[in-house]
T-cell receptor, first 113, second 111 residues
């Protein structure tokens, strides 16, 4: 079955550490996105990518980095520069370079300990 | 002003009730609109797209009013399983090909 897979489901990070969240899709979607969701709040865009080897900053890119070396993969690194990283991270993908409905992964819940 | 604004609720309704949610968007150039459903601690799932002509899917009806820049979702004959948070979504700046999500409206259907 086609889908979008995020791993791990839960992640604990010590202060000062970088961590990488995985996002893989086999839907042959061109575009991929990372959003962050804090409790009781909406989704905020971190980074997005319309094609391989290209990506753009969203609204809250500071303290995060991404790569898009393969169409299927769009990993997100949460760096030590991100001062408040505890949140629910959602990866999504969509067809084309236009704006269409997204398919979401099941999310990664990151906690700083 | 937020790009997409929703009443956070919660809306507490009895089973069988009809409930309506509204949402406003700030970018008059927005072209694509959606309603997503999100269950507690889960990912959002696409409920329906919203078209200018309005669209219906079973008990759910979505409407778009471009002149007033608002989107609505009507749920008829509410079920317990409809309890969730409903996210209103629009495309944002034309230079940014990504969707903007509202903060969501929480619905609790009670027996």
């Amino acid at each position: 079955d086609g889908g979008i897979t995020q791993s791990p489901k839960y992640l604990f990070r010590k202060e000062g550490q970088n961590v990488t969240l995985s996002c893989e899709q086999n839907l042959n979607h061109d575009a991929m996105y990372w959003y962050r969701q804090d409790p009781g709040q909406g989704l905020r865009l971190i980074y997005y990518s319309q094609i391989v080897n290209d990506f753009q900053k969203g609204d809250i890119a500071e303290g995060y980095s991404v790569s898009r070396e393969k169409k299927e993969s769009f990993p997100l690194t949460v760096t030590s520069a991100q001062k408040n990283p505890t949140a629910f991270y959602l990866c999504a993908s969509s067809f084309g370079t236009g704006v269409t409905g997204y398919t979401f992964g099941s999310g990664t819940r990151l906690t700083v300990v | 002003r937020k790009e997409v604004e929703q009443d956070p609720g919660p809306f507490n309704v009895p089973e069988g009730a009809t409930v309506a949610f509204n949402c406003t968007y700030s970018n008059s150039a927005s072209q694509s609109f959606f309603w997503y459903r999100q269950d507690c601690r889960k990912e959002p799932k696409l409920l329906m797209s919203v078209y200018s002509s309005g669209n219906e899917d079973g008990r759910f009806t979505a409407q778009l009013n471009r002149a007033s820049q608002y989107i609505s979702l009507l749920i008829r004959d509410s079920k317990l399983s409809d309890s969730a948070t409903y996210l209103c979504v629009a495309d944002g700046d034309t230079g940014r090909r990504a969707l903007t999500f509202g903060s969501g409206t929480r619905l609790q259907v009670q027996p």
